[in-house]
């Protein structure tokens, strides 16, 4: 599990299974090493409590702003993934 930190997060939807945050640019939205720290998923970390798996559904590139959508449950994951591979769900 990624440590929380506290940065600015704009949600734009929450219930029990879904997370959606507006991401700036300028912000990776998961770690791809050790020395990432201050990445949009260690703030939904900090949002969601701590000690919880980060599960986004989609990626953005870091230098691009827009909504990135974080399931709280794996069952909210697997529904979300199969519904992009069926191109059921548009980005």
Same mark, same amino acid.
């Given at each position: ?5 506290? !940065?600015?997060? @704009? &949600? *734009? ?7 959606? +945050? ?17 990445? !949009?998923?260690? @703030? &939904? *970390? ?7 798996? +980060?599960?986004p559904v989609h990626r953005i590139d870091r230098d691009t702003s827009g909504l990135v959508v ?5 069952? @909210? ?15």
């Amino acid at each position: 599990t990624l440590s929380p930190v506290e !940065l600015p997060l @704009a &949600v *734009v939807w929450e219930d029990r299974d879904l997370l959606v +945050v507006d991401k700036p640019a300028g912000i990776q939205v998961h770690p791809t090493g050790p020395e990432h720290t201050r990445t !949009l998923a260690h @703030a &939904v *970390v900090h949002h969601l409590g701590g000690a919880v798996r +980060v599960r986004p559904v989609h990626r953005i590139d870091r230098d691009t702003s827009g909504l990135v959508v974080f399931a709280k449950t794996a069952h @909210a994951q697997a529904r979300l993934d199969a519904q992009l591979r069926a191109g059921t769900v548009e980005r």
